[in-house]
């Protein structure tokens, strides 16, 4: 007699080894078997944001066991001098992002980090030379941080966001602070700014403004997280990809039909389109170049933006 099969799917949120055991109702153990996760890889350990290098300087992130690293400049792959194993060497000025994967199929891929690479750090850039900018999402919003190693002419930051997907416009930025510079300093000034948010992707930009009024982009940072009261999940398989890729969400409770926007790291709409199902949903590829992109899902019902995932395309 043929026996009937089911597939059981659990999910797991810790790496270790489990152990599966298979008991009718008698009792009876019919089957065992021992299944190993393992850590996915983490690429939020790379800076994100716009710093100056000097050249030769080095970045690193951690890799997990057995981890690879594959870095990209400007969305085109790089090798050696500029990368070796887990160490960025920029050797020029552009936008870099790191991929990690492992053997088993696991993949992280981290936000941009745009450089300005020094050949003569003797001379920092004027007005203001930024040690770093960042962000970090914490539960009731988004921590914003700038850190200045020099100040020149400075009269006041202006912190500026963006959450409707075409951040290469300046209109669709809106000023949320403004804060008060410290003129002419060669010390180091902390700056901080909580923005109350909830929104699954934000594209924020800190401009300098002298005495004069001349206003200077001096930074930018995106920030991602899970929409507040939403238990979907997105999947993107396979990623990172040459060709078409599958969008899959899982949930308690998922949309009808959903608008799925494709957009590029500087913020512009690629791709476009809505489909009356949010299971296996593939979306082509057509003449998108290489690079990382991020994937945004809107339920096509009410707006409601209820996820954004990272593809790289390579």
Not at 5 to 10: A, E, V
Not at 128 to 144: H, M, P, R, W
Not at 172 to 185: E, K, P, R
Request: hydrophobic share 35%.
């Amino acid at each position: 007699m043929e026996q009937a099969k089911r597939q059981i799917l659990s999910k797991v949120f810790s790496s270790g080894t489990y152990v599966v055991t298979v008991t009718n109702a008698n009792g009876c153990t019919g089957y065992h078997a021992s299944v190993v996760v393992t850590p996915r890889p983490n690429a939020s350990a790379f800076p994100t944001g716009c710093y100056d290098i000097c050249s030769g300087d080095t970045i690193s992130v951690p890799l997990p066991t057995n981890a690879t690293a594959t870095w990209y400049l400007n969305g085109t792959q790089i090798g050696a001098p500029a990368v070796s194993g887990n160490n960025l060497i920029p050797t020029q000025s552009g936008s870099y992002s790191v991929l990690l994967n492992t053997p088993f199929g696991c993949s992280d891929a981290s936000d941009t980090l745009t450089l300005e690479v020094l050949n003569n750090c003797f001379e920092p850039p004027l007005p203001v030379a930024l040690l770093s900018f960042d962000g970090t999402v914490k539960e009731k919003g988004n921590l914003l941080r700038w850190i200045t190693a020099t100040e020149i002419n400075c009269h006041h930051y202006t912190l500026y966001a963006s959450t409707n997907a075409n951040a290469n416009n300046a209109n669709s930025f809106v000023a949320i602070t403004q804060l008060s510079g410290n003129g002419n300093t060669n010390t180091t000034h902390t700056y901080t700014f909580m923005h109350p948010t909830n929104e699954p992707i934000t594209y924020y930009r800190l401009t300098q403004t002298d005495f004069d009024g001349t206003e200077t982009i001096v930074g930018n940072v995106v920030l991602m997280r899970n929409k507040a009261g939403t238990d979907i999940a997105i999947n993107i398989s396979p990623n990172p990809t040459h060709s078409d890729f599958t969008l899959t969400l899982f949930g308690n409770t998922l949309p009808v039909a959903v608008n799925v926007f494709v957009v590029d790291v500087a913020g512009r709409i690629v791709q476009q389109n809505n489909y009356a199902t949010a299971q296996n949903i593939t979306i082509n590829r057509r003449n998108l170049p290489n690079g990382m992109y991020f994937v945004r899902v809107q339920d096509a019902n009410n707006g409601q933006i209820i996820g954004v995932n990272k593809v790289v395309l390579d």
